[in-house]
Each structure stands twice: as structure tokens, then as C-alpha cells.
């Protein structure tokens, strides 16, 4: 199948990992993996989340890269392709326009938390947080997100920076963007474990970690852990989808699949080993939810030596995780109305950019002007703007796409496609392994998932 004279590739398969490792890899990993950890028992938890990793999240990751490539456009153009292709119905090409409309309305609230770390990174280097106590650590998080200027400032930073990547292209600006941020995330990640093993209790991190108590483990357990698992690894929002549609012929699907998988892992855990020995070392709550990373952890580098550097540059390394997610969540439209006759890449991803941007707002309004505001109050639903759009989401559209995808890989696309793609000539082991997951375990996890989540 011929891609589009306007459909660019990477220039390597390596930038291709590091892209879509930054693409896997943002705050799912190392704000939101520590605290649901400690919510749910420690290493009883990441046991299932790792197994429900390479078991279950990995088959999608590898059937998403294998659609984009086969489209060889965005994924609403390539399921049309693929459509034909297969002789299927038009409903599939759903999928497509659910990955946009998530995508965008993700990334219109995880600018927001992403603007908040970029704040957090220069008010730490001011030395805001030294010698700080637990309610002067509260107070700096509730005024931030009570002045709704300051959040609409964090808020359009970030997006700018994301627009002004994503403007450049694949070349001039998403591969050039990994190639910077993504080795310098890890070499301050690895810096970050390093200094908790001698800041923090680092022994009891490790035990707390890997030493799983399955007495802890239950249905909520389990289903978080999936849950976890699926949405760390960006499927169901057809950013994988865009990003392998501008892989070459020739490039490894499942070994790349397997690579990237297995980098986002690792963060995860190198994640939960930087903060967790600095959160036992001061008696803090593991299980301290959401406010983890942007109340508690502040309190710790507050009171340590070392805590302005350090402290900095933890928050500088979620900025950068935050950015090459939202890079990869904006291709999404982006790549969209560049398909269309007459959009360059620039007014693509500025026009994409503004629209998420002005959605935003409802999402920083609901920190603090809108903060009482219910639209679905008259529905019995206490949810505000932003509540609704996080539920939406993720209890929602993340799992019904990943769900919808898998089906259709499994269920409809021709076996001759996909054992084309995957450059498997005859149904081997492996092949027929995959097949299996991909027609019952990742659809029946996410349809499980799914359900628990809503009912």
C-alpha cells in the first residue's frame, strides 16, 4: 500500500523507539504509578501490573503500530484503508474519529498538570519548598490551583511548547524534541534513584516494591492493575496508531513493540524507587493519592539536603515526560487535517493546538471559579468539567477504543494482513499466540475493565 506524497517517516528506527517511549512514558508512569501502587498494597499490585503489561497491553501495542504502518496515514485515513482492504463494515472507522476526540480532549486537561510541573520545577529552584511544612506544602498546591490566571499561564505554556514541536514536523520537530528530552529523562531518573539510595530508605522502597503480599490482592486490585497497565502504555487513544503509520517497510513491529514496552516499564518502576525511599524516610503515606508528587513529595526535598537541585530536577523530569506524551496525543489531530488537501503541518497543528487549548479552559476553571459548578448536576452527577472529561476518558473511551481495536484486529482484518505486516509468512507459535490474546484476553481484560470502571 503507497503512503501519501505528504506522509513523512523516521528517520531511523531508533528515533521511532524513542518517540514512542516518550510517547508511553509521561505523568501515567511517574505521578500516577507511584500513588495507585501505594494505594493498592505495593508489590502485590506491580506483580499483576507487569504481567498485564507484557501478557495483555503488549499484543495492542503490537496490533496498533501494525495498522498505522498499514494505513500509512492518520488512523481515521488508515481505517478507511484498511476498511476497504478488508471488505469490512465503515462502522471500524469509528475507531479513528473516538482516538481523535480522546486524544484531543486527554490532552486539553494534561497540558494542564503538565503546566503545573513546569511550575513546581521553578518555584522548587527558588527555594520555595525548603525547610516547608506539611500545611505550607498544601497551601502552595491550593493556591496554585485556586488562582486561575496562574493555571491558564501553565496551562498555555505548555500547549505552545507542544503546538511549537508538533509545527516542525516528524524530523524538524518530534524527533529532534526525543532525541534531546528522552536520554536526558532517564539519566535524571537513574540520578534520582541513585540519591534515594542514600537520602532515603531505599531497603524498605525495594521490599515495599517487589515483595508482593497476595493476601492484599482483590478484584479492585486486579482491575486497577490492568487498568494501569493498558493506559501506561498510551493504546485505546490511537496514538500509536499515528506514530506506526510513519514507520518504513522492513522496520521490526513486535521487537520495537517489545522495546517500548519495556522502557515504559522500567520507568514506572525506576519511578516508584526515586520517590517511595524519600516518602518512608520522612514517615510520609504512600498511599497519599493524586497529591503524592505535588504535596508530598515537595515536603521531602524541602527537608533534605540537596532538596533545591534534586527537587528541581524531579520536576524537570516530569515536565519532559509530560511533553513527549503530549506531543504524541496532539499528532493525533494533527495528523488528521494534514491529510486533508490544502492544510500544511503548521496550520494543522496550530489550529488543533487553539481548539484543545480554549477546551482547556473548562478544565482550569474547574480548580477554582468553576469549582462548584456541576453541568451534570441536574443529572444527579457531582462532577465538574474537569472530572467529567477525566472520567470520559479514561473509564470510557480509552477502554471501548483499545476494545474496539483489538476486536478488529482479531475478529475482521484479513490474517493475511497482519501476518504481512508482521512479517510472519505462515501462522507460527507466536503469531497464533498473539491472535489468541488479541481475540480474547486483551478484548475480554478491557471489556472487564470497562465494565467495572462504569458500573
Not at 522502597?205 to 508482593?212: H, Q, R
Not at 523530569?317 to 503530549?326: D, E, G
Not at 475482521?412 to 507460527?428: C, D, M
Not at 491472535?435 to 478491557?446: C, E, F, P, Q, S
Request: neutral net charge; proline residues 3%; glycine residues 10%.
Amino acid at each position: 500500500m503507497q503512503s501519501s506524497a505528504k506522509h513523512e517517516h523516521w528517520s531511523s528506527r531508533w528515533l521511532f523507539v524513542l518517540a514512542a517511549v516518550g510517547s508511553s512514558v509521561g505523568l501515567a508512569n511517574i505521578w500516577r504509578f507511584p500513588y495507585t501502587t501505594g494505594e493498592n498494597g505495593g508489590g502485590a499490585f506491580v506483580f499483576i501490573y507487569i504481567a498485564a503489561v507484557f501478557f495483555l497491553a503488549l499484543p495492542l501495542v503490537i496490533g496498533e503500530f501494525m495498522l498505522g504502518r498499514r494505513g500509512q496515514d492518520c488512523p481515521t485515513e488508515s481505517m478507511k484503508k484498511l476498511v476497504r482492504e478488508s471488505g469490512a463494515s465503515s462502522f471500524w472507522v469509528v475507531i479513528g474519529y473516538m482516538g481523535i476526540f480522546t486524544a484531543s480532549i486527554i490532552l486539553s486537561f494534561y497540558s494542564m498538570i503538565g503546566g503545573e510541573t513546569i511550575f513546581y520545577a521553578f518555584i522548587n529552584l527558588l527555594g520555595r519548598f525548603q525547610d516547608i511544612t506539611p500545611e505550607a506544602a498544601a497551601a502552595i498546591s491550593g493556591g496554585f490551583n485556586g488562582n486561575w490566571i496562574g493555571v491558564l499561564l501553565a496551562h498555555s505554556l505548555f500547549m505552545a511548547i507542544t503546538i511549537y514541536i508538533s509545527a516542525n514536523g516528524i524530523s524538524g520537530g518530534l524527533e529532534k524534541a526525543v532525541k534531546f528530552m528522552m536520554p536526558l529523562l532517564f539519566i535524571i531518573l537513574i540520578g534520582m534513584v541513585v540519591y534515594a539510595m542514600f537520602a532515603g530508605e531505599f531497603a524498605a522502597a525495594v521490599a515495599y516494591l517487589f515483595t508482593p503480599d497476595f493476601s492484599r490482592i482483590n478484584a479492585n486490585v486486579v482491575i486497577d492493575a490492568f487498568g494501569q497497565a493498558f493506559f501506561s502504555v498510551s493504546v485505546g487513544a490511537t496514538t500509536l496508531m499515528a506514530y506506526g503509520s510513519y514507520l518504513k517497510q522492513g522496520d521490526s513491529i513486535s521487537d520495537s513493540a517489545a522495546i517500548i514496552v519495556s522502557a515504559d516499564t522500567l520507568v514506572a518502576l525506576l519511578a516508584g524507587l526515586a520517590i517511595f525511599p524519600i516518602v518512608f524516610a520522612f514517615g510520609l503515606d504512600a498511599g497519599g493519592g493524586p497529591g503524592l508528587v505535588f504535596e508530598t513529595v515537595p515536603l521531602a526535598f524541602g527537608n533534605m539536603p540537596g532538596g533545591i537541585i534534586f527537587g528541581t530536577l524531579f520536576f524537570v523530569l516530569l515536565a519532559f515526560a509530560a511533553i513527549t506524551s503530549s506531543i504524541s496525543m496532539l499528532e493525533v489531530p494533527v495528523a488528521w487535517l494534514a491529510s486533508k488537501d490544502n492544510w500544511s503541518r503548521k496550520q494543522a497543528a496550530i489550529v488543533s493546538g487553539v481548539v484543545i487549548w480554549v477546551i482547556g479552559f473548562l478544565s482550569v476553571l474547574s480548580l477554582n471559579k468553576l469549582s462548584g459548578f456541576y453541568p451534570l448536576g441536574f443529572a444527579g452527577v457531582e462532577k465538574t468539567f474537569f472530572d467529567i472529561f477525566d472520567y470520559l476518558t479514561s473509564n470510557i473511551m480509552l477502554p471501548v477504543t483499545g476494545l474496539l481495536t483489538a476486536a478488529f484486529i482479531g475478529w475482521v482484518l484479513p490474517q493475511g494482513i497482519s501476518r504481512e505486516e508482521l512479517s510472519v509468512l505462515t501462522a507460527n507459535h507466536w503469531y497464533r499466540g498473539w491472535m489468541i490474546m488479541m481475540r480474547y484476553g486483551v478484548t475480554a481484560v478491557l471489556f472487564i475493565v470497562f465494565y467495572n470502571l462504569v458500573f
